[in-house]
């Protein structure tokens, strides 16, 4: 499913260094990025990464400062927002409060003006599209955020743009709302094909939709790549820490950790510390190859599992997730414990 | 809770002697001065003359409130939207008019139009006109000078709608590319109803009573209903009359305002 998507590999937008300065502060710097056609790409990053930026600078909504913009080859640098003819969700929806549901759906297909008739086709087709029906008279102040959300999907989509952006559209709505809009919008990304580029501070919601997820920080590109890619393969140190937990430990120069000897992977030469993700970390049976004597320092239990909160001997917390099915009897806190790992699953940083 | 309550009383016992006893006098003199009875009003309403400056009265309170919210529409628009430099100086040309008395201001309408002020001198010495433009003594500059003075009050409730009105809003409009007239048309005008209904409330009621201006640039020629109520007290005194029209002034602007007061309840939905 998740990589399914990237289907066609034609290149639909193109970034070349782009960057953009309010005032002396960079917004953005060199960002370079290329956009399949289809693709449903997460800009993901903690709040000030420039990933909302960086949307309004795709949509047309600001100017770049510096670098290109490319739509199919074109250059869309200096385009208005309705040159480039992009669909928009804005965060908070931005809806038109005194419409109704089918006039606001309506209104960018009366600014094309369309026919009465298809204009009536089209609000019917999109209504019901989005699950809608029976609520096309009302106005948006009568509606729930979810159904909210749904018509500034239907709005911006109603005109069949080549590109839908999204800025942070689930952030308003509770928990199971979410799972159910991110699910609407799977299928709504399957149903039509069209190009999705999706702004999200969520970690999770990007693992889940995504295609690709282009990883943003203090204004800078992180990493790209597909889901799987950034969570298994971390470019850096941040990438690494934003994108779920994970256990860092330091080198200490000598091919181990506080004077254990361990095997280190391929990259590891001149980094400073070594990662690994909790799921891959085990409690040792014998014949592992990477031990590591630790203390148990806490046990929560989660139902099917236990987290183990465990310090090394150099002082360095780590943790990892112990199945409550029939293995052996659970430690006891303070128990002195070894931990192991497969060589291939751990990444210096 | 409950014994806190003695608190208000002043605020009550201030608000009854001021306004319900006087209220109440007003009242009893509609319906027995000179002699009992519904006589007053079915003259009011019946006599050529007092219907004729209810029709005018209610006519050039429609223009002023009209005049008043389009003009304050453009000005709240400037000071809301505009530049900074355009936003303080408007705030200067709404807030200057405040410390100005509504006397000394009739006084300036009367002195810059009046047939040999300001106006008719310039365009005189221009060679624009022979004789003077009769621009006093008439509904027009009644329509003026109270326009001048209303403007300042519609301007507020018109602030405050403007500054609601979410900019993302505006901004998705014209990523979908509405024209700027269609934005301004379809959607932010629109968008600040609620304020447009407030304003006009606002300065319809304050035009219905309004005196001192009427009086002074109409010069007794187009004489308004608190003008008229004011001759019924002091000049030829039929108190009854006065009474029972100052009920039937304050019954109209009280429907009024409940009819839009009702609208704009639906609006704020």
């Not at chain 1, 999200?200 to 995504?210: F, G, N, P, R």
């Not at chain 1, 599992?305 to 112990?322: H, I, N, P, V």
Request: aromatic fraction near 8%; glycine fraction near 10%.
């Amino acid at each position: 499913m998740k990589s399914e998507a990237i289907v066609a590999n034609t290149t639909q937008i193109e970034a070349r260094s782009v960057g953009k300065k309010f005032g002396k502060f960079h917004a953005l710097r060199d960002i370079s990025l290329e956009i399949a056609e289809g693709e449903f790409l997460s800009l993901l990053g903690p709040s000030g990464s420039g990933k909302t930026t960086f949307l309004t600078l795709l949509g047309g909504y600001e100017n770049t400062t510096s670098g290109q913009l490319f739509l199919e080859g074109q250059d869309m640098t200096g385009w208005t927002a309705n040159q480039r003819g992009f669909g928009m969700v804005f965060q908070g929806y931005a809806l038109f409060p005194h419409l109704t549901v089918a006039e606001n759906i309506a209104f960018p297909l009366k600014v094309q003006k369309r026919s009465k008739a298809q204009i009536a086709d089209r609000v019917a087709q999109m209504v019901e599209m989005v699950g809608l029906s029976g609520h096309e008279n009302k106005k948006p102040k009568a509606l729930s955020g979810g159904q909210q959300q749904r018509v500034a999907l239907a709005r911006a989509l109603a005109y069949e743009p080549k590109v839908l952006l999204l800025d942070e559209p689930f952030s308003a709505l509770d928990k199971n709302l979410r799972g159910q809009m991110q699910e609407e919008l799977r299928r709504l990304h399957r149903e039509l094909g069209t190009t999705f580029v999706f702004v999200t501070h969520d970690q999770e919601e990007a693992l889940a939709l995504s295609s690709r997820i282009a990883i943003f920080n203090h204004g800078e590109l992180q990493q790209v790549g597909t889901p799987d890619d950034v969570y298994e393969r971390p470019a850096n140190r941040f990438t690494a820490e934003f994108l779920g937990d994970i256990n860092i430990l330091s080198l200490d120069g000598t091919s181990g950790v506080a004077g254990t000897p361990i095997k280190l992977p391929g990259n590891a030469a001149g980094l400073g510390h070594l990662a690994v993700r909790p799921e891959h970390m085990r409690l040792a049976a014998e014949g592992d190859a990477n031990q590591l004597p630790v203390r148990l320092r806490d046990r929560v239990y989660l139902g099917s599992k236990s987290r183990l909160l465990l310090e090394t001997q150099a002082g360095e917390e780590l943790m990892l997730y112990l199945d409550n099915g029939a293995g052996p009897a659970a430690p006891q806190t303070g128990a002195e414990l070894r931990v192991a790992w497969d060589v291939q699953d751990s990444f210096a940083v | 809770m409950r014994a806190y309550l003695f608190l208000i009383c002043p605020v009550l016992l201030f608000l009854g002697g001021s306004y319900l006893l006087p209220f109440l006098g007003i009242m009893q003199l509609s319906f027995t001065d000179p002699e009992p009875g519904l006589g007053q009003y079915s003259h009011v309403l019946s006599d050529p003359l007092t219907l004729s400056v209810i029709w005018r009265t209610l006519r050039i309170c429609v223009i002023v409130t009209a005049v008043s919210v389009a003009a304050a529409y453009i000005i709240t628009l400037l000071w809301v939207r505009g530049r900074p430099l355009v936003r303080s100086l408007t705030e200067l040309c709404i807030m200057i008019p405040f410390w100005i008395s509504v006397l000394s201001r009739a006084f300036g309408w009367m002195s810059m139009l009046s047939n040999r002020g300001l106006l008719n001198t310039w365009l005189k010495d221009l060679g624009l006109i022979e004789t003077s433009l009769q621009l006093t003594r008439n509904e027009f500059a009644v329509i003026i000078g109270m326009s001048h003075y209303l403007i300042p009050f519609a301007v507020f409730p018109l602030a405050t709608a403007m500054r609601n009105v979410d900019e993302r809003v505006l901004t998705a409009a014209d990523g979908m590319g509405a024209s700027r007239l269609r934005i301004f048309w379809q959607v932010f005008l629109p968008m600040t109803a609620s304020g447009i209904i407030g304003a006009t409330l606002l300065v319809f009621v304050f035009s219905v009573g309004f005196f001192v201006t009427p009086a002074l640039l109409g010069g007794g020629q187009s004489v308004l209903i608190a003008e008229l109520i004011y001759l019924w007290i002091f000049q030829i005194p039929q108190w009854g009359m006065a009474a029972a029209m100052s009920v039937i002034l304050m019954l109209a602007v009280g429907g009024i305002l409940v009819l839009l007061m009702r609208r704009y309840g639906e609006m704020a939905k």
